[in-house]
């Protein structure tokens, strides 16, 4: 059992990133599943279609639930992590493009700079944890 264990206390560092990873989309997620008007009213954007605030809302929360489940056991939940670098590079790519297009308040902005530093932190808590061959 304490073998089993072992992997998962050596990766502190990869633990606690998903933490906060989980955290932040799960929080995010609320946010805009219960206050988006608030959200959008303080930001002074345009709200769009409510339908299409929650739905991606909701998905963030199960993107935090996802991350939390890796945070318990890095070396397991491995193979999850590239879902959550596709999510990360999703939201990236598409306000990458609308920035192209023109200007991206605010609103949007932080996230997608959020969602990049994630992305890279994805990417390195990916080589860090042990593959199936390493365990």
């Given at each position: 059992?304490?073998?089993?264990?072992?992997?998962?206390?050596?990766?502190?560092?990869?633990?606690?990133?998903?933490?906060?990873?989980?955290?932040?989309?799960?929080?995010?997620?609320?946010?805009?599943?219960?206050?988006?008007?608030?959200?959008?009213?303080?930001?002074?954007?345009?709200?769009?279609?409510?339908?299409?605030?929650?739905?991606?809302?909701?998905?963030?929360i199960v993107f935090g639930l996802l991350f939390w489940h890796v945070m318990?056991?890095?070396?397991?939940?491995?193979?999850?992590?590239?879902?959550?670098?596709?999510l990360k590079l999703a939201v990236c790519a598409t306000a990458g493009w609308?920035?192209?297009?023109?200007?991206?308040?605010?609103?949007?902005?932080?996230?997608?700079?959020?969602?990049?530093?994630?992305?890279?932190?994805?990417?390195?808590?990916?080589?860090?944890?042990?593959?199936?061959?390493?365990?």
């Amino acid at each position: 059992m304490a073998d089993e264990i072992a992997p998962a206390r050596k990766l502190g560092k990869v633990r606690f990133l998903f933490f906060v990873a989980g955290l932040y989309d799960l929080a995010l997620g609320a946010l805009l599943l219960y206050m988006a008007p608030a959200v959008f009213a303080f930001a002074k954007t345009p709200m769009p279609v409510l339908p299409y605030v929650h739905f991606p809302a909701a998905l963030l929360i199960v993107f935090g639930l996802l991350f939390w489940h890796v945070m318990f056991r890095p070396d397991l939940g491995r193979v999850l992590i590239p879902y959550g670098i596709l999510l990360k590079l999703a939201v990236c790519a598409t306000a990458g493009w609308y920035w192209f297009k023109g200007p991206l308040t605010w609103v949007w902005l932080v996230p997608a700079v959020v969602a990049l530093v994630f992305l890279v932190l994805f990417l390195w808590a990916f080589c860090k944890c042990p593959g199936e061959d390493d365990l």
